[in-house]
């Protein structure tokens, strides 16, 4: 995908889904002990999903306990939160599991209850950041301007977390969690798309920060993209109504006369122009920034709707870079879907446009 924005000449970002899924998995992969904890939890459910007389006691355990019937989750190395997910199943099913472990002839021993408290505290840990992964894949459109807050509220969420953790194993987790994502993800802040996507979206502007003067940075930097679009429609509304002063002129003199002062009058005009670009779009941003931020359940999109001819330059940006993709997920699952829908079995029996016909329904 970034080849194919560099192809296409256009700015992209990285995706921040993936970006977070490599800096939990290399944190769960640095944490001692852990790793033991989760071999020995693999080798736990594989042996519950591929034996089907522990299976089947599993179930009768659950019952007995008059809980619902839950299968055991095994991971897949490719996503980190299938990791969390069967370590909470695993905590999750602790008492039944261990019960039918006992009745079972087998060399599979269940975790010790340090074991299950480690989990139980590593899961404290890892709770932001599976709800932030399941935040990014199930929106069918992530905007860019909310990864700038969810980094915030990340780092802000784990440093909170470390001082109700008393197990070394999950203290060790946030250490590396912390310090991953400082590395992964602090030159967000100054990345010019994200930073105006982040003071576009009026439900964050400049709390979605975590650095105060990368906020203000940002401002400047939306400010002068203001000036600018200012100006360039200053320039053209004067382009128009100049071409006919400027015929009429030469049909009234019937000739080119020689302006002295020409450069002169250019130049203040120009200044003029300048100054009152940039006090227009100085005062706009400072208007939109000091009104008060949206709730986060609000659609920004409607606030720009009814608030374009207010803030009718901001607007324009906000066209611009509100439509900002925070993250590829759903792009790959239309890949993945054309993959199931024209592949090689199938070929042959769907047609082009069926197949274009199916996959963007």
């Known amino acids: 995908m970034i080849a194919t924005a560099n192809n296409l000449k256009i700015r992209h970002v990285i995706c921040i889904a993936h970006a977070l899924n490599l800096v939990v998995k ?45 299968k055991l989750i095994l991971e897949v190395d490719t996503r980190w939160n299938s990791t969390y997910l069967m370590l909470q199943r695993i905590y999750e099913e602790r008492e039944p599991v261990g019960a039918a472990l006992a009745t079972l002839r087998t060399d599979v021993a269940p975790l010790t209850s340090e074991e299950y408290f480690a989990i139980s505290e590593c899961m404290k840990v890892l709770a932001p950041f599976q709800v932030a992964t399941v935040e990014l894949s199930e929106e069918k459109r992530v905007s860019g301007s909310k990864v700038i807050p969810m980094m915030k509220m990340l780092r802000y969420t784990i440093n909170e977390t470390l001082k109700t953790i008393s197990n070394d194993t999950a203290m060790q987790l946030g250490q590396n969690l912390s310090r991953r994502l400082a590395d992964k993800f602090s030159a967000l802040e100054s990345t010019s798309v994200l930073t105006l996507a982040t003071l576009l979206d009026p439900r964050f502007k400049t709390f979605g920060f975590h650095n105060h003067i990368q906020a203000q940075t940002a401002i400047g930097r939306l400010t002068s993209e203001c000036t600018a679009l200012i100006r360039d429609t200053a320039h053209q509304t004067s382009s128009h109504s100049a071409q006919p002063d400027t015929a009429q002129n030469l049909e009234s003199t019937g000739q080119d006369q020689l302006n002295l002062w020409e450069l002169l009058d250019n130049d203040a005009s120009n200044a003029r122009r300048n100054k ?44 611009l870079f509100l439509c900002t993709p925070a993250s590829s997920v759903p792009c790959e699952r239309i890949f993945s879907k054309a993959g199931e829908i024209v592949s090689k079995k199938k070929k042959s029996s769907v047609t082009k446009d069926c197949g274009e016909n199916n996959i963007f329904e």
């Open 26 to 70: 290399k944190s769960l992969d640095a944490t001692p002990g852990l790793e033991d904890i989760r071999t020995r939890a693999r080798r736990m459910v594989t042996y519950f999903k591929t034996s089907t007389t522990a299976k089947e006691r599993l179930r009768e355990k659950q019952e007995q306990m008059a809980r619902p019937v839950k």
């Open 276 to 319: 009152s670009a940039t006090s227009d779009a100085t005062i706009e941003v400072q208007r939109y920034m000091t009104d008060p931020p949206l709730q986060r359940s609000a659609d920004p999109l409607a606030y720009w709707s009814t608030h374009k001819a207010i803030y009718p330059h901001l607007y324009q940006l906000s066209k």
